[in-house]
């Protein structure tokens, strides 16, 4: 099984809302990440977390809040977003840092706040 | 932060031709890596290179790495339809994955 699958595909959601995304892998990877990314610009790196413990955070606002339950899961809550950050999300694994392999992405979740 | 930059940022060639596009960056890294995105989709890892290395194949594909410009190149052959799609740069070092501003590749038929 070499997939990340990322649910919901698709979530839209008020202001006032709290939602979660959520990012699985069976990979044995203990490297998870998550990005965000806008209309044609790159995926921009949110966080990462090594070992399931935060080791990068890239001053991300606080209505962003990273949890890592257990090696295979990662989820992403969110409260209180604004219309700006309305983008696609997306999870991705990799073996470890400095393994020189490549990480694997989800599909992504679009996201939009009304 | 991003610290690859790509161009080009489009690009568009007829079927059967082929596509260059190259990537630059900023600090010591680990590997440098391609990626594919068809549109509004999940990347899709292509090819590693390591810092240590210079060149790579992978099919149609073919990438270099020159560390002393800081500067990558990825070749597609014999481009196909198929391969439109837009094409990102990541490069790996301390404990990140960051990806540059990306090619978007039009194969005409």
């Known amino acids: 099984d070499t997939e990340v699958t990322q649910t919901p595909k698709h979530l839209v959601m008020g202001m006032t809302n709290k939602k979660s995304l959520k990012c699985e892998q069976h990979m044995g990877h203990r490297a998870m990440y998550w990005y965000k990314q806008k209309a044609k610009k790159p995926p921009e790196l949110m966080f990462v977390y090594s070992y399931e413990k935060l080791s990068i955070n890239e001053s991300v606002p606080s209505r962003f809040s990273p949890e890592c339950p257990n090696s295979s899961l990662l989820n992403l809550h969110l409260h209180a977003l604004q219309p700006e950050d309305s983008a696609l999300y997306l999870c991705?694994?990799?073996?470890?840092?400095?393994?020189?392999?490549?990480?694997?992405f989800g599909q992504g979740t679009r996201l939009t706040v009304v | 932060s991003q610290q690859g930059e790509e161009d080009p940022q489009a690009l568009s060639i007829q079927e059967g031709e082929n596509a260059t596009m190259n990537c630059s960056y900023k600090t010591s890294i680990n590997n440098l890596q391609w990626y594919r995105q068809n549109s509004g989709r999940g990347l899709v890892h292509l090819i590693l290179i390591r810092s240590n290395e210079r060149e790579k194949h992978s099919g149609r594909l073919r990438v270099t790495l020159d560390t002393s410009k800081k500067s990558s190149s990825l070749l597609i052959t014999a481009s196909r339809a198929a391969d439109t799609a837009s094409y990102f740069c990541?490069?790996?070092?301390?404990?990140?994955?960051?990806f540059g501003q990306g090619t978007r590749l039009t194969i005409n038929p």
């Open positions: 991705a694994s990799s073996h470890t840092f400095r393994s020189n392999t490549e990480a694997f």
């Open positions: 990541a490069t790996e070092g301390a404990q990140k994955l960051v």
